[in-house]
C-alpha cells in the first residue's frame, strides 16, 4: 500500500488553501487606496504610454511636444501635426469652428520650431524663444529654405494665408532678408531671430491662437477615474 494523505485530508487541505488565497486577495483589496493607490496605478499605466493622457498645459508645450524635425516643409506641416495626436485635436477643435486664421497660425508655429531652436542652440535667447532646452543647429542651406518657406507661405504680399502681422517695420526687414536670399546671399542669425519674432506678435499669439488654445483647454478635461481604471485592464 502507497503512502498518502489520510482520506478526507486532501478535500480539506485544498479548501484550506483556497481560503488562504481568498483572503490574500481580500487583504489585498483593502489596503487598497483609491486616492493614493489609483493615481500610482494610472501613473504606471501611463509611463510606457508617450502619448499624454492630457493635453499639454501651455501652446508652447504644445509645440514642443509635436517634435518637428528639421526636414519639415509647408507642403509637408499638415502631415506633422497630423502625427500628433493633440496638435491634431487641437486643428480639429479650430476646423469645427472654422477659426481658419489660427489655423494658419498653427501651421506657421509647427514650421518655424526648427528655426526656434536654431536660434536657440546659436545665440542663446531663451528670453525671445520662450523655451530653455537646446538643440542641434541647422545646416545654412536648411535656414535658408525655412526662411524662404515661412515668408512665401505666410508672410509674402502673394500668399493666400497671410499671417497677422502687426509690426510692419519687421515685415520690411524680413522682405529685405528674403530678396538677399533670393540673391545668394547667406541669412545671418540676426535674421533668423526676426523671424522667430513673428511668433509673438500680438496678432498671431497674444491676440491671436493663444488664447484659443486656452479655451481648447477648457473643454478637454483630464482622464477619469474610470479612464485609469480601464487603462489599468
Not at 19 to 41: A, I, P, T, V
Not at 82 to 99: E, H, I, M, V
Not at 159 to 172: M, T
Request: aromatic letters at 8%; charged letters at 20%; hydrophobic letters at 40%.
Amino acid at each position: 500500500m502507497q503512502a498518502g494523505f489520510p482520506m478526507g485530508s486532501l478535500g480539506g487541505l485544498l479548501q484550506q488553501n483556497i481560503y488562504s488565497h481568498g483572503k490574500s486577495l481580500l487583504s489585498d483589496f483593502y489596503e487598497f487606496d483609491l486616492g493614493r493607490d489609483m493615481g500610482n496605478y494610472c501613473s504606471f499605466a501611463g509611463s510606457g504610454n508617450k502619448k499624454a493622457p492630457s493635453p499639454p498645459h501651455t501652446l508652447e508645450e504644445l509645440l514642443y511636444e509635436v517634435g518637428v524635425k528639421d526636414d519639415i516643409s509647408a507642403a509637408t506641416v499638415d502631415q506633422v501635426i497630423g502625427s500628433s495626436p493633440w496638435a491634431d485635436k487641437f486643428r480639429l477643435y479650430l476646423k469645427s469652428r472654422n477659426l481658419s486664421g489660427d489655423e494658419t497660425i498653427l501651421r506657421f508655429l509647427v514650421l518655424i520650431q526648427p528655426l526656434k531652436s536654431c536660434a536657440n542652440f546659436n545665440n542663446n535667447h531663451a528670453q525671445i524663444l520662450g523655451h530653455s532646452k537646446i538643440h542641434h543647429g541647422l545646416t545654412e542651406s536648411d535656414r535658408k529654405r525655412l526662411f524662404m518657406d515661412i515668408f512665401d507661405t505666410f508672410l509674402s504680399e502673394d500668399s493666400e494665408d497671410v499671417l497677422p502681422l502687426s509690426n510692419q517695420a519687421l515685415w520690411g526687414d524680413l522682405l529685405a532678408t528674403s530678396n538677399s536670399i533670393k540673391a545668394g546671399l547667406p541669412v545671418s542669425m540676426e535674421s533668423i531671430i526676426e523671424i522667430i519674432q513673428v511668433r509673438k506678435d500680438p496678432g498671431v499669439w497674444d491676440e491671436g491662437i493663444e488664447p484659443t488654445y486656452m479655451r481648447f483647454l477648457k473643454q478637454a478635461p483630464p482622464p477619469t477615474l474610470t479612464a485609469c481604471i480601464l487603462s489599468i485592464l
